[in-house]
């Protein structure tokens, strides 16, 4: 087989338009990440290991054909539902959160799993009746969601709940649940919002105060968000210039390789650099919705969906948390910010998108 060959088939279930947009976006990382750590080559080379592993998974996801994905929609779940179980009673505790397990080699946060593994049961539970759907078929598929976001809320990690919550909700919206459903569960989680905020941790509403007035705690809890504004603002329409932004390398602004990376980019990029990376955000959503239009059949239609508006999601609410229109709930910025467990789930579910596009012919005959 000659090499010519080889590469084809290499590349084969790989979206060539896609995989560029997100290239992109991973050289965004490194290049802000060295400015962000302080000219840390050691986070970077740390990064592009992260991005090797991913891209890999990456690899693997979109080489794997439709029904093998829908075959492991079951067990994933199950065992990721095991593992949350698992952490509620044998979970280490770090920061006051019952998040990590310790499997002997290594330890695992078994929410990430969920961000894959939630979507991917419910868009499988609604294929398998997709002929006959009625209102108990979204009531059980509203038990598929809610067990795992009251398991992690319960850690507690609200971020995380979030945005499970929030990819399930998509597969409910895109399966047709109706307008009339989705106002009067709208209206009842309106009317239980008083009996949601006692529970709450303090910490937890404490932050969603901080949101309302961050100065009346200035040098507290209300530092990130005041530290970020000021860190956006700064930088103008084009920016302090790179490596100069000055809340970054006089230390002012806190997690600024992870959840707070976004201010560290605007604070040298200015708005012309935002502009910029909003446009790639949105090139790659756009491309996400062509794939989800295009798919074959209502399992990859759910999936594509899900996994192109949890996308949204995850880069809505970061640049709403650092810029102060919401709380901060810890959610990273996507492709951007450090880390490997996230870029591990968000590769893999564009490894998702991809093989939905690339099978797709195979489907169809």
């Known amino acids: 087989m000659t090499r010519r060959r080889l590469w084809q088939r290499f590349v084969a279930h790989l979206d060539p338009v896609l995989l560029a947009a997100l290239g992109l976006l991973l050289l965004v990382s490194l290049v802000v990440l060295y400015s962000a750590s302080g000219g840390n080559w050691f986070r970077v080379l740390a990064q592009m290991t992260n991005i090797l592993v991913a891209c890999v998974a990456l690899w693997i996801v979109a080489n794997m054909p439709l029904h093998y994905l829908m075959r492991a929609a079951v067990p994933v779940y199950l065992l990721g539902m095991v593992l949350l179980i698992a952490v509620a009673f044998f ?6 959160a019952r998040r990590w397990l310790n499997i002997g080699v290594t330890t695992i946060q078994p929410s990430e799993l969920m961000r894959i593994a939630v979507p991917l049961m419910m868009a499988w539970y609604f294929e398998k009746h997709e002929a006959t759907l009625t209102l108990k078929n979204y009531f059980v598929a509203t038990l598929l969601l809610l067990l795992p976001v009251a398991l992690i809320a319960r850690q507690p990690d609200l971020g995380t709940a979030i945005l499970i919550a929030a990819s ?8 047709g649940i109706s307008w009339r459903v989705m106002l009067t569960s709208l209206v009842i989680l309106m009317a239980s919002m008083p009996l949601a905020w006692s529970t ?4 937890q509403r404490h932050r969603i105060m901080m949101l309302l007035d961050p100065a009346q705690d200035a040098l507290g809890s209300g530092y990130h968000t005041i530290q970020a504004i000021i860190a956006v603002g700064s930088g103008g329409m084009f920016g302090k210039g790179y490596l100069n932004g000055t809340q970054t390398h006089l230390d002012f602004l806190p997690e600024r390789t992870t959840d707070f990376i976004f201010a560290v980019y605007s604070e040298e990029f200015g708005l012309f650099g935002n502009i910029v990376l909003l446009s790639l955000y949105l090139f790659v959503i756009a491309r996400g919705f062509v794939i989800t239009a295009n798919a074959s059949t209502y399992f990859t239609r759910l999936m594509a969906g899900s996994i192109t508006l949890t996308f949204f999601t995850y880069a809505f609410v970061n640049m709403g948390m650092v810029s102060g229109i919401l709380p901060v709930v810890g959610v990273p910025l996507p492709l951007i910010s450090y880390g490997g467990t996230s870029m591990v789930i968000l590769l893999l579910g564009f490894g998702m998108l991809m093989s ?3 099978h797709k012919k195979l489907v169809q005959t």
């Open 91 to 96: 979970g280490e505790i770090a920061h006051g």
């Open 356 to 358: 939905i596009h690339t």
């Open 200 to 203: 709450l941790h303090d910490y």
């Open 168 to 175: 399930g909700f998509y597969v409910l919206f895109l399966a």
